[in-house]
C-alpha cells in the first residue's frame, strides 16, 4: 500500500473523528446489520433505527399514552405519497411541529397532545449518532458513506470520494446522490441535509438541490470565515453539525416551494449566522432597556436576501422573549410589497402563520389593531396622516412589534426620517431592522439614525468565492449627451433618482426633472450610436461563446426606443413572442 497516498476510507475516517469531536456516537454500519449481534434493523430496507426512536419518543413524551406514542411513530414509518418531495414535506412537518395525536384519560375525557421527535431546546436529550457504511437495499443495494440519525431518524447524508482521483470531484458525489435518490428513496423521506465532498471541497444542499445550490460553509462558529488553509470539509461539518446549530437549523433554516414541484430551499451559512446575530439584536432592542435599533444586515444582490428575511421572521415570530411579536414588513414600492408578500406566502408553514398584506391604509391601521401576532406587509407611503391629520395616529404602544424595512438604503429611503416620524407616532415602542441589497452610503445619516449600524455583511466579492452569485465586470462606454449652451443650466447635476415604480405623490414631485433628463439621454441620435455599440459587441462576443443579452434603459420609452433602433440594424433579432 502507498503510505503517501490518500483514500476515501481516509476522508470517511476523518470525518468520523470530527462528529466524534462534536459528542456524537459513531458506529460502524455492519456492526448494527440486520442479523448481527447487536443489529439495530430487521431488514436492509427499514431505514428508521426504530428502537432509538420509540426510546426518544418514550423519554420526550412520557405524559402520553404508550399506544398513543407508537399511533404518531406509525404516521413516520408510513408515508402517505408515493413522491418524494411530498413525503420529505410532510416529515418535515412532522419533524418541527410533532404529531398530534389524542387519547382517553382516566376520567374519561378526551386530550389532544403533540408528540414530540425531538427536543430543540435541549441538545442532550436527543440521540446523536454518526454511522458508516450503511447498507440500504430497495430497487438497488446502496451505501451511503455517512448517515446522521438524531434519535433514529436519518436526517443527514454524507457521500464523500477520493481526493486522489481526477474523475472522483464533488460532482461525482453529487449524481452519486442522484442516483441514491431513484434507487434508495425511502433513505431521503426523512433527509434534511446531503453533503458533497472530494476531501479538497465540501458542499451542502437540500433534497431537490441542483448542483449550483450546493454550497460551501465558510465559518464554524459565525464570526468570520474560516482561513484559507482550513479543510473545508471540517469547517461544514463543525459549522453546520455541531448540536445546536444543527438543530436550529432544523428548526428555522428549511422551506417548501412549490410551483412546477416541490422545492426544497435550505440556509447559506451567511443567512443563517445573519439571521442569528439579527434575532439577538431585535430582542435587546425590543427590551424595556433597547434602543430599538435592531440594525442592518447588508447580503448583496443574489445571495438570497428575501429568503434571509423569511428565516428571520419565522425565527424571531417563535422567540419565547419576543411574547407573539407582531412584524411589519415595508417596502417602498407597490411592486417590491408583491415581490415579498408572495415569498412570506410560500413560507407560511415557517412563519406559524399566513401573512396579511394591507390594501390601504385603514386596512393598515385594522391589522395594527391587534393585541399580538401577525405578519403585515405594507408600502411605507401607507403610513402618511389622511385627511386633516397632522400626526398619524397611535395604534399600540406595545414592544413586541418589529418594523422589517426591505432595501433599507438612501437611494430607496431618502425621505425615511419623515415616514420614520409617523410610524413612530404610529407605533412608538417599535424596533426598526433593515435589510438591504446596496451598502448604506458613508454620508446618510438617516438610514443609520433609523435602523442602527450593520450587523451582517456579505458582499459581492465573498458571495462570488462562495459561488452564490456570478461575478459582475464593468466596462465603462461613452455615448455623449450633445447640449445647446442654454439647455445646460437645466440638468441637475445631484438628480439621479429613478422614478419608475415610484407611488403618485412622490412620482409627481420628481417628474419634471425627470422628464428633462430623460428627454436628453433618451434622443434619437445618441440611440442610435448605442444601437450600434451594442450590435458590435454583441456579435464580437457571439463568435465566442454562446450567451444572452439584457438591456437596461432609463424609461420604458427609451426601452422602445432603442428596441426599434436595434431591429431597424437587425430585423432578423425581432421575435413576436
Not at 26 to 39: C, E, K, M, N, Y
Not at 445 to 450: D, E
Amino acid at each position: 500500500m502507498n503510505r503517501n497516498k490518500i483514500y476515501e476510507s481516509d476522508i470517511e475516517e476523518a470525518s468520523l473523528n470530527w462528529f466524534a469531536e462534536l459528542d456524537y456516537t459513531v458506529l460502524h454500519g455492519p456492526d448494527i446489520a440486520p442479523d448481527t449481534p447487536d443489529a439495530e434493523r430487521a431488514t436492509y430496507n427499514e431505514v428508521i433505527l426504530t428502537n432509538r426512536l420509540r426510546d426518544t419518543v418514550a423519554r420526550l413524551n412520557s405524559e402520553i399514552p404508550a399506544d398513543a406514542q407508537e399511533e404518531a411513530i406509525r404516521k413516520v414509518l408510513n408515508p402517505d405519497s408515493p413522491a418524494l418531495g411530498q413525503n420529505n414535506r410532510a416529515f418535515h412537518q412532522m419533524l418541527v411541529d410533532g404529531i398530534e395525536v389524542e387519547y382517553r384519560q382516566p376520567n374519561g375525557t378526551i386530550r389532544g397532545e403533540r408528540v414530540r421527535f425531538v427536543d430543540f431546546d435541549t441538545p442532550e436529550n436527543n440521540d446523536w449518532l454518526a454511522v458508516n457504511q450503511f447498507t440500504v437495499v430497495e430497487t438497488s443495494e446502496r451505501r451511503p458513506d455517512i448517515v446522521l440519525f438524531i434519535n433514529g431518524l436519518p436526517l443527514a447524508v454524507l457521500e464523500l470520494k477520493n481526493p486522489t482521483d481526477e474523475k472522483a470531484t464533488v460532482l461525482t458525489a453529487f449524481r452519486q446522490i442522484q442516483t441514491y435518490k431513484q434507487e434508495i428513496p425511502a433513505l431521503f423521506t426523512y433527509n434534511e441535509a446531503i453533503v458533497i465532498s472530494d476531501g479538497a471541497e465540501a458542499r451542502i444542499g437540500s433534497l431537490t438541490a441542483d448542483t449550483e445550490w450546493f454550497l460551501p460553509w465558510q465559518t464554524i462558529e459565525g464570526e468570520d470565515e474560516a482561513p484559507s488553509t482550513a479543510v473545508e470539509l471540517e469547517v461544514l461539518i463543525k459549522g453546520a453539525f455541531e448540536k445546536h446549530r444543527f438543530l436550529r437549523y432544523l428548526k428555522h433554516f428549511i422551506v417548501f416551494e412549490e410551483t412546477e414541484g416541490i422545492a426544497k430551499k435550505i440556509a447559506g451559512y451567511h443567512q443563517f449566522h445573519a439571521v442569528k446575530k439579527a434575532v439577538d439584536t431585535t430582542v435587546q432592542a425590543s427590551s424595556i432597556e433597547g434602543d430599538k435599533q435592531c440594525g442592518v444586515v447588508w447580503h448583496t444582490q443574489g445571495s438570497g436576501k428575501s429568503l434571509t428575511m423569511a428565516f428571520y421572521a419565522g425565527s424571531i415570530v417563535q422567540h419565547p422573549q419576543m411574547e407573539n411579536p407582531t412584524l411589519v414588513v415595508i417596502t417602498d414600492t407597490n411592486d417590491l410589497d408583491d415581490q415579498l408578500f408572495g415569498t412570506f406566502t410560500r413560507c407560511h408553514q415557517l412563519l406559524r402563520q399566513t401573512p396579511a398584506q394591507a390594501q390601504n391604509r385603514q386596512h393598515l391601521r385594522e391589522l395594527l389593531k391587534v393585541a399580538s401576532g401577525g405578519v403585515i406587509f405594507t408600502t411605507v407611503q401607507k403610513f402618511f396622516p389622511e385627511g386633516e391629520e397632522t400626526r398619524f395616529p397611535q395604534l399600540s404602544d406595545r414592544r413586541n412589534i418589529v418594523l422589517i424595512a426591505d432595501e433599507a438604503h438612501r437611494s430607496q429611503y431618502g425621505f425615511i426620517d419623515g415616514f420614520a416620524r409617523h410610524i413612530r407616532d404610529a407605533l412608538p415602542n417599535a424596533s426598526f431592522i433593515g435589510f438591504t441589497g446596496t451598502p448604506i452610503e458613508l454620508t446618510d445619516r438617516n438610514t443609520v439614525a433609523v435602523f442602527g449600524d450593520y450587523i451582517s455583511v456579505y458582499d459581492i466579492q465573498q458571495a462570488v468565492l462562495d459561488g452564490a452569485t456570478v461575478p459582475i465586470y464593468y466596462e465603462s462606454r461613452l455615448a455623449k449627451i450633445e447640449l445647446d449652451e442654454d439647455e445646460k443650466p437645466h440638468i441637475d447635476p445631484e438628480f439621479e433618482e429613478v422614478t419608475e415604480t415610484e407611488e403618485v405623490t412622490q412620482k409627481e414631485r420628481l417628474k419634471t426633472k425627470w422628464a428633462q433628463l430623460e428627454a436628453l439621454v433618451g434622443t434619437e441620435k445618441r440611440l442610435g450610436l448605442i444601437a450600434d455599440d451594442i450590435i458590435a459587441h454583441f456579435e464580437e462576443r457571439l463568435e465566442a461563446i454562446d450567451g444572452k443579452g439584457m438591456i437596461v434603459c432609463m424609461s420604458r420609452r427609451i426601452c422602445v426606443d432603442l428596441y426599434n433602433a436595434i431591429v431597424k440594424r437587425r430585423p432578423e433579432w425581432h421575435d413576436n413572442d
